[in-house]
C-alpha cells in the first residue's frame, strides 16, 4: 500500500504524473471518478508527456500522447486515434480512503 496523493492534488479534469519505487504513473480526475494508468504509450512503451503533467488533450476529454498524438478514453484507457487504436493503457489498482488515492 502507498498513498499516492490527496484528491485534491489534481485538478477536476485533469491529471498529475508520478514516479513510484521506479514506476511511472499518472492519475486522472475526470467526471467525479478516478483512474490511474501506467504511464507507458503502448505504441513505443515510452511517457505520454513532454511537459509535467500534460497527459490530457486540449479539451480535457482524452488521455494524448505527446509523442505521436495518440488518443485513449479516459474510462478505460483504450486508444481511439492515433498508431495503436485498441491498444490499451495499462490501468493501476487503487483505492479512496479518506480523500487519498493508495495504491494497492
Ligand atoms: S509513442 Fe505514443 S503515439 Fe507513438
Not at 487504436?85 to 487503487?94: K, R
Request: hydrophobic content about 35%; glycine content about 6%; aromatic content about 10%.
Amino acid at each position: 500500500m502507498h498513498t499516492l496523493c490527496q484528491l485534491t492534488d489534481i485538478p477536476e479534469p485533469g491529471a498529475k504524473g508520478y514516479e513510484v519505487e521506479g514506476r511511472k504513473l499518472f492519475a486522472v480526475r475526470y467526471r467525479g471518478e478516478v483512474y490511474v494508468y501506467e504511464n507507458s504509450c503502448p505504441h513505443r512503451s515510452i511517457p505520454l508527456e513532454w511537459n509535467p503533467d500534460q497527459f490530457l488533450d486540449y479539451d480535457k476529454l482524452y488521455i494524448q500522447c505527446a509523442t505521436h498524438g495518440a488518443l485513449f478514453r479516459i474510462d478505460t484507457g483504450v486508444c481511439i486515434s492515433g498508431p495503436c487504436v485498441e491498444d490499451s493503457l495499462s490501468p493501476v489498482a487503487f483505492q479512496i480512503e479518506q480523500e487519498s488515492i493508495i495504491l494497492i
